[in-house]
T-cell receptor, first 117, second 110 residues
């Protein structure tokens, strides 16, 4: 069975602090994709990153960085120098290949990040 | 290029009423999905479609029906709404592995 666990339900930081959101996943597939989405208070889902199971390189995009470690089945997300606009719910998700149940996404429960000025 | 659109954005139903949510995409994607999001939870798959004329059940299909008569449209129907179906509904479409989400429909069943 596939599962995504985001153990941190809520995180509160002060602006300019660094914050890491944890994501642990379970799957028996050898080919899969991992995602992070941001859901701001307005409610839409904003795509942040996709990583396939064969690419363990860390990625940095501005203040955002992602650490993928297959050995620990983790795909953690770090925001450096957090800003108030980063306040949102962040979801980690896992998908099977497109030929397996249409590549459906399995979502974690989400982590609500609150960045205070 | 509108991407994925959903109609309506908000709706209030009384228990037992029926309604249809419409999802449309203009990216010529084969795969389309309906998810629901409940408070404090991630999205859960209701039904999905791998092409025109095909549909399949997801994780939480009970109480819902779907149709994909045209490639660009994926309809989600509630035949007899129940309060447990109060939720935010998201539609998505996909080509390879990345799913593009619509803005969501907030449904309240009283």
């Amino acid at each position: 069975a596939q599962k995504v666990t985001q153990a941190q339900t809520e995180i509160s930081v002060v602006e300019k602090e660094d914050v890491t959101l944890d994501c642990v996943y379970e799957t028996r597939d050898t080919t899969y994709y991992l995602f992070w989405y941001k859901q701001p208070p307005s409610g839409e889902l904003v795509f942040l990153i996709r990583r396939n199971s064969f690419d363990e390189q860390n990625e940095i995009s501005g203040r955002y960085s992602w650490n993928f470690q297959k050995s620990t089945s983790s795909f953690n997300f770090t925001i450096t120098a957090s800003q108030v606009v980063d306040s949102a719910v962040y979801f980690c998700a896992l998908s099977a290949p497109i030929y397996n149940q249409g590549g459906k996404l399995i979502f974690g429960q989400g982590t609500e990040l609150s960045v205070k000025p | 290029n509108a991407g994925v659109t959903q109609t309506p954005k908000f709706r209030v139903l009384k228990t037992g009423q029926s309604m249809t949510l419409l999802c449309a995409q203009d990216m010529n994607h084969e795969y389309m999905y309906w998810y629901r999001q409940d408070p404090g939870m991630g999205l859960r798959l209701i039904h999905y479609s791998v092409g025109e004329g095909t549909t399949a059940k997801g994780e939480v299909p009970d109480g819902y029906n779907v149709s994909r008569l045209k490639k660009q449209n994926f309809l989600l129907g509630l035949e007899s709404a129940a309060p447990s179906q109060t939720s935010v509904y998201f539609c998505a479409s996909s080509y390879i592995s990345e799913q593009y989400f619509g803005p969501g429909t907030r449904l309240t069943v009283t």
